[in-house]
């Protein structure tokens, strides 16, 4: 049989059912109350009065217990049966009343309509052609005994009719309704699937996007955001006290969209950003879409290529640059052993050869970043090559230099290539120990290998006792061609952080306690690395 029962489980179907079985008590009630009231013979031609009121009562009752009963029915043969028992309740009050005067035929179309809701295809029709039988056969019975009640078959007909038409258009609403309702669940579903992917999006992007309403509250903010801000950001917090900078670039830019708002650093010793903004208008309200660019890391990339771009020109004119340079190098040289030459003479011939020196260290430093080899790490025992390399160090250096190691206990590794940090951690070495003797007279430096408490990840610092590094120039040390010496490329410690980067690890400043310089070295952890 072609039976099911339209989506019981669903709110609304169950909303329809509680309605049925209220609707049913309802009309028992009014039923009862007409019978107990006596205003049954006044309203109504009863054919037999004591059959309409015992019914009243019993259709009363059964509705009630069906209302507690039949609450979320598990097959459609207890629907069917519940509309079947109605219908023949009904049929049988149609009939002590007296026939279709008494209207009881239209609560007939209402149940056939209702019961149609729930029921669908050829069970529901069955309803519907229980009810026009019961209409049309009681009528043919109730002529028997009262022979002016001929006239009601066309009534009666009508009734069964409407029943039909009631169950066909009932059921094709119903069809209808719920290819809506199929059709809004899978909206629904696209919906919740584009927005787990916007949310999705929103997290993996590294620009920061953020959402403030008229007064500044955080209506939504991305991890990036958050990131680059340095703070979390729970919804309907007040931006204003947060950064006031970026309030301040909004509040510009509303008074001239056209200008470019300045940069911004959120956080001391932050990205520096570059914010923009649009304006999101929702129904009556206008919001603010803030983007947060770090430029720094564009900054980064940009200096790639332009030490790129000059490691090949570099490369290009190295051969001419480098011979006569040499030649220049190597007659200064002949110049300073001359005899005839003065102390002042011989001056200038250092002067010359010295910066001859740095000239070529200027070419070579730019040549290793157009040619820098990838990196090849490997596993590496830091206390053993720390120690390996302090005894390397001491055999080349100069008696008033010294060099101090200090390791912890435990085994600490990692994976990196050992040439490159050999390259990066001398010419921290020798920086520091120039430093130191500039100030001290004497250089030493002091290597402290340890385990990180809060990363788990191994950490070598460089210290020395010379002058430090300015606050204000802290953050430019490590670009390219800035010094502070004289005699320097400005390219040592950009070529040692970009080495260090490549085997993903971290190099940074920081003041030394006491005076002096701390370069911090923070390694990968060894299974994090191939």
Aim: with cysteine; aromatic share 6%; glycine share 6%.
């Amino acid at each position: 049989m072609n039976t099911e029962i339209l989506s019981l489980s669903a709110p609304q179907s169950q909303r329809i059912l509680r309605l049925y079985n209220l609707y049913r008590v309802a009309i028992g009630t009014i039923f009862v109350l007409l019978v107990s009231s006596n205003l049954d013979g006044e309203l109504l031609d009863l054919a037999h009065a004591g059959l309409f009121q015992s019914g009243s009562w019993v259709y009363l009752a059964i509705n009630v217990l069906f209302a507690f009963l039949v609450r979320s029915p598990k097959h459609p043969v207890q629907v069917f049966s519940l509309a079947l028992i109605d219908i023949i309740l009904l049929s049988s009050l149609f009939y002590s009343a007296g026939g279709t005067p008494s209207g009881i035929g239209t609560l007939l179309i209402v149940s056939v309509a209702i019961a149609n809701i729930l029921l669908r295809g050829r069970i529901g029709l069955l309803i519907a052609a229980m009810a026009a039988i019961g209409l049309i056969y009681l009528t043919f019975y109730l002529s028997l005994d009262r022979p002016a009640a001929t006239a009601q078959f066309v009534q009666a007909g009508a009734f069964g009719a409407l029943c039909f038409a009631a169950a066909l258009f009932v059921q094709g609403l119903t069809r209808r309704v719920q290819a809506s309702e199929v059709l809004a669940a899978q909206r629904a579903a696209d919906v919740a699937n584009l927005e787990a992917l916007n949310s999705l999006i929103l997290q993996r992007m590294r620009t920061g996007i953020l959402v403030l309403d008229a007064q500044h509250r955080a209506l939504l903010a991305n991890p990036a955001t958050q990131a680059l801000l340095g703070r979390e950001l729970t919804s309907g917090v007040l931006l204003d006290p947060i950064c006031p900078e970026l309030i301040k670039r909004l509040q510009q830019w509303l008074h001239n969209p056209t200008l470019r708002p300045a940069s911004l650093q959120a956080i001391p010793d932050g990205p520096v950003l570059q914010p923009s903004f649009a304006i999101l208008q929702r129904g009556e309200k206008n919001d603010t879409l803030v983007f947060l660019d770090d430029i720094s890391q564009v900054a980064q990339h940009a200096q790639q290529l332009k030490l790129a771009s000059l490691g090949r020109l570099t490369a290009g004119i190295a051969h001419e640059i480098r011979n006569p340079l040499g030649a220049i190098s190597h007659a200064a040289q002949l110049l300073q052993e001359s005899e005839e030459l003065d102390g002042h003479d011989k001056r200038l011939a250092q002067i010359i050869q010295d910066h001859s020196r740095r000239m070529n260290l200027v070419i070579e430093n730019v040549l290793q970043l157009s040619r820098r080899r990838q990196a090849e790490p490997q596993l590496l025992d830091l206390k053993y090559w720390m120690h390996r390399f302090g005894s390397e160090f001491r055999l080349n250096a100069s008696a008033d230099q010294q060099l101090h190691l200090e390791t912890s206990s435990g085994t600490l590794q990692t994976r990196m290539d050992p040439h490159q940090l050999t390259q990066v951690l001398t010419n921290l070495v020798e920086n520091g120990m120039r430093y130191s003797m500039r100030k001290n007279g004497t250089g030493q430096v002091w290597l402290k290998l340890f385990r990180d408490a809060e990363s788990d990840l191994p950490v070598l610092e460089i210290l020395d006792d010379g002058p430090g590094v300015p606050p204000d120039q802290a953050q430019e040390i490590f670009e390219p061609f800035y010094t502070t010496d004289s005699k320097g490329t400005g390219l040592g410690l950009y070529i040692s952080r970009e080495l260090c980067e490549s085997n993903q690890a971290r190099l940074d400043y920081k003041p030394r306690e006491g005076g002096g310089s701390c370069f911090r070295i923070t390694f990968a952890h060894p299974r994090k690395l191939s």
